[in-house]
């Protein structure tokens, strides 16, 4: 802030990590949260070196990051948010995954699926990914993302 009005600026990663810690000790400490969806990744035209994520996610081992961007080390301490609505992203990548097995993404998907791409969301869930949809209210995104979940556990 400076004269009382937001100031964006480029940062680097020692005051990302240190603005991420506070941020979420706050959210923690108030709401009580352990889900945070990190919306900006990046600093100077790069993205965050996935020590950033490193650092937070061993100060709060009990919170899942979900940086909007992702480089393939950064699944190794956070879960990379993809977008299945938008990008038609279904899983995590399969390199990803040869890396670090149990990593797994969050893949937007507020409208649920469609047929074509059924079978690789419901295998998506089966090794880990998380389905993000709109849940606040009930509507047929809800409904098929249910379908997909009960598919996935059977």
Request: with cysteine; aromatic share 10%.
């Amino acid at each position: 802030m400076v004269h009382g009005k937001p100031l964006h600026q480029a940062t680097n990663d020692e005051q990302a990590m240190q603005v991420l810690r506070e941020k979420i000790a706050y959210a923690k400490e108030r709401w009580g949260c352990t889900l945070f969806c990190v919306g900006s990744t990046a600093t100077a035209g790069r993205p965050f070196y996935p020590d950033v994520f490193k650092a937070v996610a061993q100060a709060y081992p009990d919170v899942l990051l979900i940086p909007e961007n992702e480089s393939t080390r950064y699944l190794a301490y956070s879960a990379p948010l993809n977008s299945y609505v938008h990008h038609k992203v279904t899983s995590t990548p399969a390199g990803a995954r040869m890396v670090y097995p149990r990593a797994f993404s969050v893949l937007m998907a507020p409208d649920g699926d469609r047929p074509e791409d059924h079978d690789a969301l419901v295998t998506a869930v089966r090794r880990g990914d998380v389905l993000l949809f709109n849940g606040w209210y009930d509507n047929d995104g809800v409904a098929k993302i249910k379908k997909l979940y009960e598919e996935a556990s059977q």
